[in-house]
């Protein structure tokens, strides 16, 4: 009996010869870390792939910034890069940058102004005559309208006067009284007919014409124009 044959074999089955039996994992072990292997790699590339997604159509917004920028539309102020250098010419540059160039005015005294009543108001012609005076206006003539005004002006006033008369006189004469209108004849003078109507109740204040006077003399500075 062979010392390999196990004991109380009684050397029914022996071991000869040189090779041995191999034991062998079975194959469907490795079947199924292969297909977990794969499972594994399929769920990361479906991951990656919807991340990609995420970022085009709802992360930091690029392609809609750049869609902005083709469509010829200025960036929001959130687009701009937090680091970005203030340009030399800032608005606080100083107060006469955002100021209009001053307009030159004539004085009242550079005026002269007829007062006419077209209204049946008795003395209201000389005395808007008086105050207009005591506010520096030249005064002509005082009176009745002529006829082709008077009773025929349902507003406050006409501002009468020649087609070459310097158009800032009606202008500050105007500050005088609101809602009046400007008419034209063929006058050859620059003196200006003011024709009180119907509706006119009095002068404006001098405050209220000073503050209109101030405000011809500098108009405020245009809004500038939006730049990308």
């Known amino acids: 009996m062979s ?7 009684g050397g029914k089955y022996r071991v000869t010869g040189a090779a041995y039996p191999r034991m062998s994992r079975p194959r469907r072990r490795r079947k199924i870390v292969l297909a977990l292997l794969g499972s594994v790699l399929a769920l990361a590339l479906l991951g990656y792939g919807a991340l990609q997604l995420i970022d085009v159509f709802g992360g930091d917004g690029s ?13 929001t102020a959130s687009a701009k890069p937090a680091n970005a250098v203030k340009p030399a010419t ?11 160039p001053a307009v030159a005015l004539p004085q009242p005294g550079q ?4 007062v006419y009543n077209a209204t049946p108001r008795a003395g209201l012609a000389k005395a808007v005559g008086d105050e207009l005076k005591k506010r520096g206006f030249a005064i002509g003539h005082v ?27 009606y202008s500050v004469l105007g500050t005088q009284l ?26 404006s204040t001098k405050e209220d014409a000073d503050k209109a006077l101030a405000v011809l003399a500098n108009p405020p500075a245009p809004a500038p124009s939006a730049k990308c």
């Open 178 to 203: 609101a809602g009046v209108t400007t008419q034209t004849d063929a006058r050859e003078g620059a003196d200006i007919d003011l024709i009180l109507g119907d509706s006119f109740k009095e002068l």
């Open 63 to 75: 392609g809609k910034r750049d869609t902005a920028a083709s469509d010829g539309n200025c960036p």
């Open 111 to 114: 005026i002269t102004v007829n």
């Open 3 to 9: 010392m390999l044959t196990p004991p109380g074999m």
């Open 90 to 100: 800032a608005p606080d540059a100083g107060p006469a940058a955002s100021k209009a």
């Open 143 to 169: 009176g009745n309208a002529p006829a082709d005004f008077d009773k025929k002006v349902p507003g406050p006033g006409i501002l009468l006067g020649s087609p070459r008369t310097d158009k800032a006189a």
